[in-house]
């Protein structure tokens, strides 16, 4: 068992995809996966798995296709009958999806990444808020409004026009003009 | 679900989540409709209780007029989602003058732009008051949705500390015209 896994080093594009994956992966992930992988400071932080008794990819789907098909990927590679290969797919995600979390930690370790930083990999671009379409909007109260309802003879409409259009072109000031047709 | 509508709100709430929530959260969808967005989102972080409300009826929600449920008060959720068609000021005034703790808010706000009908809560809201009658049609020309929108967010400064107010890309008609508005709200009672 202890020499059951060895780790090497190989073309991603030669990694098919196992057509029994059950699991799949949004545009917003595979954007994160990569940014993870190009960030000079992360770059791999774990490996695909690999049966080489069923020449089948376990684990790590989205990472091989994240990268250039001729990229050198971390592979582990294992030899299990078809069974236990069902049951670690079935279980590998499961199993590290039920884990709790302890925020005290957790708060310590995001004290140690800038929060851009850490929100730039898992949105998927490491961009400024604004470019990312998101813009900061200012909660402010608006000015205290007095409302004026002018009513004037259509006939007469010609006398205070220019004064509608000089209000018109006062900062601030809504203006609109309706005829009516009687 | 529209595509570009859907990732101009989720980029929203996920900017949010993952900022604010990085516990488990419970979760009141005021608007549930289809429940889209919810169920996306709720396979990407931690709901550890999750309220979809909605007028419709529809299995494993409530029936029920969510503005009001809120504006009762004693509700205990830490994010509210008012995802509706319509004006969101209903819910939006129940949140800040019952609100029990810090809460995520997103708002979606149709019906921007030249509004064709203006609720009148929002002209009262504006101080708009006549005694005749044609004011309605005259608004129906008058873009006013920039003061309708800041003048019912600006009710939350009397009564909270507003942590972060963001915008998402409005949804727009065939002609490039913007139909409604996606804006998220972290915010904490004084």
Redesign the interface.
Known sequence: MAEKLRLEWVEAGSLEDNPENWRTHPEEQVRAIKNVLDDPEVGWAGACLFNERTRKLLDGHARKNAVDPKTLVPVLIGDWSPEAEAKIMLTLDPIAMMAQQDSERMQALLAKVPQDDVLGLLLGEMKPKEQMGLMPKTIERPPTMSWVLVGIPTARFAEIADKVEEFNQMDGVFCEVSLSDG | MDNSKSD?KL??R??FL??YH???FRVMDCCQGEGLLWSVLRREY?VSAYWPMDLKTRKGRMKVNSARVLAQGGWAVDVVDVDTYGVPWAHWQAIVETMPGPVTVFLTIGSVGVISNVDNASIER?????S?R??Q??LS??S?SG?II??W??M??DQAT?I??????PSRNSRGAPIASY?G?RMEPK
């Not at chain 2, 972060?164 to 890309?169: H, I, K, W």
Request: glycine letters at 2%; a positive charge.
């Open positions: 101009s980029l929203l996920r900017y993952t900022k990085q516990e488990p931690q504006l101080g708009i008051k006549f005749r044609p004011v049609a005259l020309r008058v006013l003061q800041d003048s967010l600006s939350a400064l507003v972060e107010c963001m915008e998402a890309p804006i709200i």
